[in-house]
């Protein structure tokens, strides 16, 4: 059995997401985000009380991007992964990978407008700068979706894949503090693979969203 340690609008949503495309059994245990996590029992199964953290063949995996590569290999008739080798082997990498940089900066983010609850708190400087890395990250996004290739719907030549699941699931992120309309292709793209079963049914409901609001301006539009 695979079971997912999972909490609502973080890291361990891209995890739902691929299983769900994956197509294969598994239980998900879901955590509130609060200090349920670092719980003696928690503590665990996750040495240090964060999520994702997959139980899977008697072990335990606990970084989300090594969670991604291991299930992709683990289940290759799905085709969601680009095995060593392959042409588009080296980009699929690349990009599973960049949803760690943006969802770095989400992190940021979510610290400064939804843990710490006290303006006095936060950081007018934090929120922007964090807020430009986010929109470089896009930048990025945008022109890889815009290169000259023949229909370049995904973020591989090849198709959809799991890459398109984590930066799909770190923009989804993201787009709490930084707005899509500035960039069509990265919209196009978004809006096709979030159409996909498999996102839909790893969304939260609605009284499991860590965020309250759909999107917190930086600190000089507030």
């Given amino acids: 059995m695979i079971t997912l340690h999972h909490c609502h609008q973080t890291r361990s949503m891209r995890v739902l997401w691929l299983l769900n ?34 139980q899977i063949d008697g ?4 970084e989300s991007g090594a ?17 060593p080798g392959d042409l588009d082997r080296m980009d699929w990498l690349n990009w599973v990978h960049f949803a760690e940089t943006i969802s770095q900066h ?7 407008h939804v843990a710490l609850y006290e303006d006095a708190m936060r950081s007018p400087v934090v929120m922007k700068i964090e807020a430009k890395r986010i929109g470089k990250c896009f930048d990025a996004i945008e022109a890889r979706l ?7 719907d995904y973020l591989l ?11 799909g699931q770190a923009v989804y992120m993201a787009k709490h503090f930084v707005k899509l309309d500035p960039y069509p292709k990265l ?12 996102f839909q049914a790893a969304l939260p409901p ?16 507030v």
């Fill in 106 to 112: 989400t992190a940021a983010l979510t610290q400064q």
């Fill in 206 to 221: 609605d009284d499991g969203r860590l965020y309250a609001q759909d999107f917190y301006p930086v600190w000089s539009d």
């Fill in 146 to 152: 815009d290169t000259p290739v023949e229909q370049r």
């Fill in 157 to 167: 030549t090849s198709g959809f894949s799991a890459a398109d699941i984590g930066v």
């Fill in 21 to 54: 495309e994956l197509e294969v059994d598994f239980k998900v245990v879901i955590y509130p985000f609060d200090q349920t996590l670092k719980s003696d029992q928690y503590l665990t199964v996750h040495p240090v009380g964060r999520v994702p953290a997959l």
């Fill in 59 to 62: 072990e335990v995996m606990f």
């Fill in 67 to 83: 969670i991604v590569e291991y299930l992709c290999e683990r289940f290759p008739e799905a085709g969601l992964g680009r095995a």
């Fill in 187 to 198: 919209s196009a793209w978004y809006a096709r693979i979030t159409e996909r079963a498999g």
